[in-house]
């Protein structure tokens, strides 16, 4: 809750406040937004990484069944995938972020439009981009020796491991066949091991090890994982490559990579959509993992009437509101950027 009246609160004012506060205020009230977004990630996220490793908590006998209760908060919060799965989110809200405004700039320039606008928040974008990117590879790295330790079954879906064997093979692209168990893929030997452990010759579990009744989709989990990460290498590429075009100045004449930029926008918002898909259908068939099965966790009193009609007014009323938001950008991108009178600032005793 209080994530949600910081952001609100402050919204209010970063979107309406421009001449009616002054310029240090605006800005605090924009990084205020940017806080109460962060601190909704966190929660959210802890609840989430709780599901994936749970931990602080003990399991009683109630007269309605088990349940858990928490025994210490800090360990809840900090349960072992929290950290690493907080800072990739937000690494790729970061993304998101910056590959929007690099690829409005890229559609500035290609109309040949607010030039000086374009081309100085393009280089702005870029260096966000490039933290970002690079911060996010890391994180993701630090994640998957979580998931090695944490969540054996969803490691060894992601690669396409059957077999428990040292020296394991990092699969680059590839197709997973449930039925022979088996994994053609173009691989690379003992990276898998080495990626994990920094040792070639580290043990990681097969699916073969692990019970018929408790792995996830392979080839599903397989193909999104991947996809993932080649949507990473890619906007790693975009962004350290165009961000040296951009500073030596020869970006704004390469049209075909000015039309790159501009479509690029959607890579981050796909590749947050199936990193997080990988993630959650990874950890099938549990949804607290290793205690509760998802088959378990359906509510008695929640009827399928119910849970279609909330369905279907869920999938209503989010369509509703992305086709508002697509075209309200839409046309603020068309209309360009606005211009604040220099005067109403002057009048307030500050400068911009």
């Not at 025994?71 to 937000?90: E, G, K, Q």
Request: glycine residues 8%.
């Amino acid at each position: 809750m209080f994530a949600f009246f910081l952001e609100s609160g402050f919204l209010a004012i970063v979107l309406f406040g421009w001449e009616k506060v002054r310029p240090g205020w605006h800005w605090f009230a924009t990084w205020m937004v940017m806080l109460g977004s962060h601190f909704s990630a966190l929660w959210i996220i802890v609840a989430n990484s709780w599901m994936q490793t749970p931990a602080g908590f003990h399991i009683v006998d109630t007269p309605t069944g088990p349940r858990a209760e928490v025994v210490d908060f800090w360990a809840v919060v900090f349960n072992p995938s929290t950290m690493d799965r907080l800072s990739h989110t937000i690494m790729g809200a970061w993304q998101a972020g910056a590959w929007l405004v690099l690829s409005v700039g890229a559609y500035y320039l290609l109309k040949n439009k607010h030039l000086d606008f374009a081309k100085a928040s393009m280089k702005i974008g870029f260096v966000l981009a490039i933290i970002a990117s690079l911060v996010q590879l890391s994180t993701g790295h630090s994640s998957a020796e979580t998931v090695a330790e944490t969540q054996p079954a969803k490691l060894a879906a992601f690669e396409g491991q059957w077999e428990t064997t040292a020296n394991a093979p990092l699969s680059l692209i590839g197709w997973v066949n449930e039925a022979e168990e088996t994994t053609s893929s173009l691989a690379i030997p003992g990276m898998l091991s080495w990626l994990v452990a920094g040792d070639t010759e580290h043990v990681v579990t097969g699916l073969n090890d692990i019970p018929a009744d408790e792995r996830p989709p392979v080839n599903t989990v397989f193909q999104l994982y991947h996809l993932m990460v080649v949507i990473g290498m890619a906007l790693i590429a975009l962004s350290v490559g165009g961000g040296v075009l951009s500073w030596t100045g020869h970006l704004f004449k390469m049209r075909w990579l000015l039309w790159i930029m501009a479509l690029a926008v959607v890579l981050p918002q796909i590749g947050n959509q199936i990193g997080w898909a990988a993630a959650e259908i990874g950890r099938q068939p549990w949804i607290v993992y290793g205690l509760m099965k998802t088959v378990d966790a359906i509510s008695p009193t929640v009827g399928a009437a119910e849970v279609i009609t909330s369905l279907i007014l869920f999938t209503v009323v989010y369509l509703g509101l992305f086709v508002m938001f697509f075209a309200l950008l839409d046309k603020k991108i068309k209309d360009g950027p606005g211009l604040v009178k220099l005067s109403v600032y002057r009048d307030k005793g500050g400068t911009r």
